[in-house]
């Protein structure tokens, strides 16, 4: 199984920042797309942010301007740059990487474990 590992959340006042990473383990073998969604307790889970393969992102309109999605191919890591933070942007944070694992001959889609982010004065 691809193991996908996550951290940077925790609690931080409004307005302040955080950097949320992901990085897959050595059995990825080709990343086609990253992204990140988050899903806040009674909700459905909601994308925020995702990257392609050839470097196109795509955020909506509630995080649009706020937050940053980049990439290190060399460490298979994906990361979230979240600024401006508000108390709606309070959720568990998911990775998801679309991407070939090592021997596999389809492309699927790999879930980190989830990081709470909780904006709170």
């Known amino acids: 199984q691809v193991q996908l590992v996550e951290s940077g959340g925790g609690l931080v006042q409004p307005g302040g920042s955080l950097r949320l990473s992901c990085a897959a383990s050595g059995s990825i073998r080709s990343i086609n797309a990253m992204g990140w969604y988050r899903q806040a307790p009674g909700k459905e889970r909601e994308l925020v942010a995702s990257i392609t393969s050839g470097g196109t992102t795509n955020y909506p309109d509630s995080v649009r301007g706020r937050f940053t999605i980049s990439r290190d191919n060399a460490k298979n890591t994906v990361y979230l740059q979240m600024n401006s933070l508000k108390p709606e942007d309070t959720a568990v944070y998911y990775c998801?990487?679309?991407?070939?694992?090592?021997?596999?001959?389809?492309?699927?889609?790999?879930w980190g474990q989830g990081t709470q982010v909780t904006v709170s004065s």
């Open positions: 998801k990487i679309f991407g070939r694992a090592t021997g596999s001959y389809s492309t699927d889609h790999y």
